[in-house]
Every structure is written in structure tokens, then in C-alpha cells.
T-cell receptor, first 113, second 113 residues
Framework: DVKVTQSSRYLVKRTGEKVFLECVQD?????MFWYRQDPGLGLRLIYF???????EKGDIPEGYSVSREKKERFSLILESASTNQTSMYLC????????????FGPGTRLLVL | GENVEQHPSTLSVQEGDSAVIKCTYS??????FPWYKQELGKRPQLIID?????GEKKDQRIAVTLNKTAKHFSLHITETQPEDSAVYFC????????????FGRGTSLIVHP
């Protein structure tokens, strides 16, 4: 069974702080993703990575950066947190091939004050 | 890029009724269509998927239909139960090309006992 874990379930930060969200998957998946989930807006892709040290911008990359130093780990960084980044952040992984099923982490609910 | 429209945004039914959620997509290269269910406070999980070489797929009380010509696909839930209450997301993926799913905005299904 694929397991995707995220470093925190809930996080409260102050405006201007640097925030790190970490995601780890244990199934040797090539692809990893960071989404933001807001009511009525669905799942919006922030960044994704298809290999170690590779990253691609998604639909809403502004204000975020990512790091993938190891295959199993994908980090999302908020360089200077702002109140409009208060949201639920979901990490996912998938295997390239015949099935592109996304396996999601439990999510991190971030509140920026 | 791909655009996925999902309707309705909210669906309220009585226990035992059927529920139908519809999605349309724009990119004819999309050939894999997964559906995810997200229960309150939990991660999205795949419940059923369909590939473009198949018109219909069924798994117990849930089924998915695909009309490639019209570029739409639907999720059908029969004999709904309170535990079916959740947010459902459709997605479209171009397998073999960009493997990045484009998600619909989600449908909140409420099943009243």
C-alpha cells in the first residue's frame, strides 16, 4: 500500500515567516506534486517534480518554491508567508506508466496570521 | 492546456437515490479519467477510473461512463448511503504525454438518511 506522509497536519505561522512543508512517499514514485485546496476552487497545482532535482511550475507557483534532493522527499517552501497563502496543502505522488493514479498525503492546514 | 468543468458543485440526495456527477474536458489528447473521493478531513482517494478505449466501467454501486466524441464523462452512484457523503473530484490526464492531471472543482455530495 502506498504511503504518502506530510510533516504537519496543522501549522500556524506569522506573515513574513519562511515556511517548510515536507512530503515523503515510500513507493519509489518518480512524480511528486504539491497542490493547494481551497473551497470552490478544487485542487490547484503549485509545483511538480518528475525526478530528483527536477521541478516544474504548475498553475499557481507565485510565492512558492520547491526542493527535491531525494526521490522520496518533496518540499514546498513559502519564502515569505502571506495571509493569502492560508490554505490546505496536499502532496501527491504517482508512477509514470500505465496508471497515473495520484496518491495523496493527509494534507497540511496552514494558517498565516 | 486542458480544462475540466465539473457539475454540479453541490448535490443533495435522499438515501437510496441515485447521484450523477458530470465532467467535460477540452483536450482530445486526454485518455485517462480518474475519480477521487475526499471524505471530510481526509485525503482524496481514487475510487474508479476509465481509459478512453472503454465506454463504461462499473464497480459495485459506482460506475463511470465516457463519451469521447462529446468529451464528457460521468460518475454514477446508485443506492446512495450516508457514507457516500464526500467531495468528489474528476480529472483528465493525457497518458504518455503530459501525465499531469487536470482536476475539476469538485462536487459536494450530501446523502440524507
Amino acid at each position: 500500500d502506498v504511503k504518502v506522509t506530510q510533516s504537519s497536519r496543522y501549522l500556524v505561522k506569522r506573515t513574513g515567516e519562511k515556511v517548510f512543508l515536507e512530503c515523503v512517499q515510500d513507493m519509489d514514485h518518480e512524480n511528486m506534486f504539491w497542490y493547494r485546496q481551497d473551497p470552490g476552487l478544487g485542487l490547484r497545482l503549485i509545483y511538480f517534480s518528475y525526478d530528483v532535482k527536477m521541478k516544474e511550475k504548475g498553475d499557481i507557483p507565485e510565492g512558492y518554491s520547491v526542493s527535491r534532493e531525494k526521490k522520496e522527499r518533496f518540499s514546498l517552501i513559502l519564502e515569505s508567508a502571506s495571509t493569502n497563502q492560508t490554505s490546505m496543502y496536499l502532496c501527491a505522488s504517482s508512477q509514470t506508466g500505465t496508471r497515473e493514479t495520484q496518491y495523496f498525503g493527509p494534507g497540511t492546514r496552514l494558517l498565516v496570521l | 492546456g486542458e480544462n475540466v468543468e465539473q457539475h454540479p458543485s453541490t448535490l443533495s440526495v435522499q438515501e437510496g437515490d441515485s447521484a450523477v456527477i458530470k465532467c467535460t474536458y477540452s483536450d482530445s489528447a486526454s485518455n485517462y479519467f480518474p475519480w477521487y473521493k475526499q471524505e471530510l478531513g481526509k485525503r482524496p482517494q481514487l475510487i474508479i477510473d476509465i481509459r478512453s478505449n472503454v465506454g463504461e466501467k462499473k464497480d459495485q454501486r459506482i460506475a463511470v461512463t465516457l463519451n469521447k466524441t462529446a468529451k464528457h464523462f460521468s460518475l454514477h452512484i446508485t443506492e446512495t448511503q450516508p457514507e457516500d457523503s464526500a467531495v468528489y473530484f474528476c480529472a483528465a490526464v493525457a497518458s504518455g504525454g503530459s501525465y499531469i492531471p487536470t482536476f475539476g472543482r469538485g462536487t459536494s455530495l450530501i446523502v440524507h438518511p
